[in-house]
Protein backbone atom coordinates (compact mmCIF):
# COMPACT_ATOMS: atom_id res chain seq x y z
CA UNK A 1 0.00 0.00 0.00
CA UNK A 2 0.99 3.80 -0.66
CA UNK A 3 0.67 4.63 2.53
CA UNK A 4 0.53 3.23 6.35
CA UNK A 5 -0.11 4.21 9.26
CA UNK A 6 -3.31 5.73 11.09
CA UNK A 7 -3.50 9.66 11.62
CA UNK A 8 -6.75 11.50 13.82
CA UNK A 9 -8.35 14.14 11.08
CA UNK A 10 -10.53 16.74 12.43
CA UNK A 11 -12.96 17.09 9.44
CA UNK A 12 -15.96 14.88 8.52
CA UNK A 13 -14.54 12.56 5.83
CA UNK A 14 -18.29 11.21 4.96
CA UNK A 15 -19.18 14.06 2.17
CA UNK A 16 -18.00 12.48 -1.42
CA UNK A 17 -21.40 14.78 -3.16
CA UNK A 18 -19.10 16.16 -5.52
CA UNK A 19 -17.91 12.33 -6.78
CA UNK A 20 -14.84 12.64 -5.48
CA UNK A 21 -11.49 14.54 -5.42
CA UNK A 22 -10.04 14.67 -8.97
CA UNK A 23 -6.97 15.96 -7.65
CA UNK A 24 -5.54 13.67 -4.48
CA UNK A 25 -5.60 16.00 -1.19
CA UNK A 26 -4.04 13.87 0.98
CA UNK A 27 -1.52 10.57 0.60
CA UNK A 28 -3.66 8.35 -1.10
CA UNK A 29 -3.64 4.72 0.88
CA UNK A 30 -3.32 6.32 4.48
CA UNK A 31 -5.87 5.48 6.82
CA UNK A 32 -7.93 8.17 9.04
CA UNK A 33 -9.88 7.94 11.80
CA UNK A 34 -12.74 10.27 12.35
CA UNK A 35 -15.26 9.76 14.94
CA UNK A 36 -16.20 5.66 15.67
CA UNK A 37 -14.65 4.99 12.07
CA UNK A 38 -11.43 4.49 9.87
CA UNK A 39 -11.38 5.31 6.72
CA UNK A 40 -8.75 4.84 3.57
CA UNK A 41 -8.30 7.78 1.43
CA UNK A 42 -8.01 5.82 -2.06
CA UNK A 43 -8.18 6.25 -5.92
CA UNK A 44 -11.23 4.97 -7.69
CA UNK A 45 -11.37 3.11 -11.08
CA UNK A 46 -14.66 1.64 -11.70
CA UNK A 47 -12.85 -0.82 -14.11
CA UNK A 48 -15.23 -1.93 -16.87
CA UNK A 49 -17.85 1.00 -16.24
CA UNK A 50 -19.06 -0.82 -12.71
CA UNK A 51 -20.42 2.18 -10.34
CA UNK A 52 -19.60 2.31 -7.06
CA UNK A 53 -22.48 2.81 -4.66
CA UNK A 54 -23.30 3.32 -1.00
CA UNK A 55 -21.96 0.58 1.09
CA UNK A 56 -20.80 -1.55 -1.83
CA UNK A 57 -17.36 -3.58 -1.39
CA UNK A 58 -14.17 -2.44 -3.81
CA UNK A 59 -11.11 -4.23 -3.95
CA UNK A 60 -7.28 -3.54 -4.50
CA UNK A 61 -6.35 -3.16 -7.98
CA UNK A 62 -3.12 -1.43 -7.31
CA UNK A 63 -2.12 -1.79 -3.00
CA UNK A 64 1.13 0.07 -4.08
CA UNK A 65 -0.57 3.08 -5.58
CA UNK A 66 -3.70 2.95 -3.51
CA UNK A 67 -6.11 2.75 -6.19
CA UNK A 68 -9.33 0.63 -5.91
CA UNK A 69 -12.26 -0.52 -8.19
CA UNK A 70 -15.78 -2.23 -7.87
CA UNK A 71 -15.05 -4.73 -10.71
CA UNK A 72 -14.12 -7.96 -9.15
CA UNK A 73 -13.02 -9.14 -12.40
CA UNK A 74 -10.12 -6.53 -12.16
CA UNK A 75 -9.47 -7.23 -8.26
CA UNK A 76 -5.80 -8.02 -7.83
CA UNK A 77 -6.53 -10.76 -6.13
CA UNK A 78 -8.70 -12.31 -8.73
CA UNK A 79 -12.45 -12.35 -9.35
CA UNK A 80 -13.05 -15.56 -8.08
CA UNK A 81 -11.19 -14.98 -4.88
CA UNK A 82 -12.83 -14.47 -1.59
CA UNK A 83 -10.62 -11.71 -0.27
CA UNK A 84 -8.82 -8.22 -2.00
CA UNK A 85 -11.50 -6.20 -0.12
CA UNK A 86 -10.01 -2.71 0.29
CA UNK A 87 -13.21 -1.30 1.87
CA UNK A 88 -16.44 0.44 1.88
CA UNK A 89 -17.64 2.95 -0.96
CA UNK A 90 -19.98 5.63 0.80
CA UNK A 91 -22.30 6.50 -2.08
CA UNK A 92 -21.20 7.36 -5.87
CA UNK A 93 -17.25 8.13 -6.54
CA UNK A 94 -16.24 9.70 -9.61
CA UNK A 95 -14.02 6.98 -12.28
CA UNK A 96 -10.54 8.26 -11.62
CA UNK A 97 -11.46 10.67 -8.65
CA UNK A 98 -10.31 10.10 -5.02
CA UNK A 99 -12.78 9.48 -1.57
CA UNK A 100 -12.43 8.30 1.50
CA UNK A 101 -13.47 4.32 2.06
CA UNK A 102 -14.75 3.02 5.19
CA UNK A 103 -12.04 0.93 6.53
CA UNK A 104 -13.39 0.26 9.90
CA UNK A 105 -16.00 0.93 12.82
CA UNK A 106 -19.63 0.21 12.15
CA UNK A 107 -21.24 1.19 8.97
CA UNK A 108 -24.20 0.01 6.87
CA UNK A 109 -23.04 -2.88 3.72
CA UNK A 110 -24.65 -3.89 0.70
CA UNK A 111 -25.26 -7.66 0.80
CA UNK A 112 -25.53 -10.85 -1.80
CA UNK A 113 -29.59 -10.95 -2.37
CA UNK A 114 -29.26 -14.76 -1.50
CA UNK A 115 -28.40 -13.72 2.47
CA UNK A 116 -31.75 -13.38 3.51
CA UNK A 117 -29.97 -10.08 5.52
CA UNK A 118 -28.15 -12.12 7.31
CA UNK A 119 -28.18 -12.09 11.28
CA UNK A 120 -26.30 -10.92 13.89
CA UNK A 121 -22.67 -12.07 14.58
CA UNK A 122 -22.20 -13.40 11.11
CA UNK A 123 -19.01 -13.34 9.22
CA UNK A 124 -18.97 -10.35 6.58
CA UNK A 125 -16.69 -11.44 3.72
CA UNK A 126 -16.14 -11.18 -0.02
CA UNK A 127 -17.71 -13.68 -2.23
CA UNK A 128 -15.91 -16.37 -3.90
CA UNK A 129 -17.39 -15.63 -7.40
CA UNK A 130 -17.69 -12.25 -9.45
CA UNK A 131 -20.70 -10.41 -8.05
CA UNK A 132 -18.52 -7.11 -7.62
CA UNK A 133 -19.82 -4.72 -5.14
CA UNK A 134 -22.09 -7.03 -2.44
CA UNK A 135 -20.77 -8.83 0.32
CA UNK A 136 -21.76 -12.12 1.96
CA UNK A 137 -23.02 -12.65 5.48
CA UNK A 138 -22.86 -16.47 7.08
CA UNK A 139 -22.74 -17.86 10.61
CA UNK A 140 -19.15 -19.27 11.25
CA UNK A 141 -20.93 -23.25 10.41
CA UNK A 142 -22.25 -22.13 7.13
CA UNK A 143 -20.23 -20.70 5.16
CA UNK A 144 -19.81 -22.73 2.01
CA UNK A 145 -16.63 -24.70 1.28
CA UNK A 146 -15.65 -22.43 -1.60
CA UNK A 147 -15.18 -19.40 0.24
CA UNK A 148 -13.07 -20.76 3.29
CA UNK A 149 -11.00 -19.27 4.38
CA UNK A 150 -12.58 -16.29 3.09
CA UNK A 151 -10.86 -12.77 4.53
CA UNK A 152 -13.52 -11.73 7.37
CA UNK A 153 -13.46 -8.24 6.90
CA UNK A 154 -16.59 -7.43 10.18
CA UNK A 155 -19.39 -8.68 12.26
CA UNK A 156 -22.70 -8.24 11.32
CA UNK A 157 -24.15 -5.74 14.54
CA UNK A 158 -28.01 -5.95 13.54
CA UNK A 159 -30.66 -7.78 11.20
CA UNK A 160 -30.48 -6.59 7.68
CA UNK A 161 -33.46 -5.35 5.12
CA UNK A 162 -33.50 -4.79 1.62
CA UNK A 163 -30.25 -6.46 1.26
CA UNK A 164 -27.85 -4.09 3.34
CA UNK A 165 -27.05 -4.61 6.85
CA UNK A 166 -25.22 -2.87 10.08
CA UNK A 167 -21.55 -4.11 10.69
CA UNK A 168 -18.55 -3.54 12.66
CA UNK A 169 -15.92 -3.16 9.99
CA UNK A 170 -12.33 -4.32 10.49
CA UNK A 171 -10.77 -4.60 7.27
CA UNK A 172 -6.91 -5.25 7.04
CA UNK A 173 -4.55 -3.14 5.19
Known sequence: MAGSGVAQISFQP??????????????PGYRYHYGDNEFAY?????????????????YWKNRVTGVVTSDKTDNQEGAAVPAGVAGIAQGVITDLNYAFFVTGGPY????????????????IFAPATDVDTTLR???????AAAEIPATEIG???????????LVLLNIPD
Open 14 to 27: TDISNGGDSVAKFQ
Open 42 to 58: LKFDNGAAVASVAGGAV
Open 108 to 123: TVKLAAGDSNGAVGNK
Open 137 to 143: SEADSSV
Open 155 to 165: RQLAAGAADAA
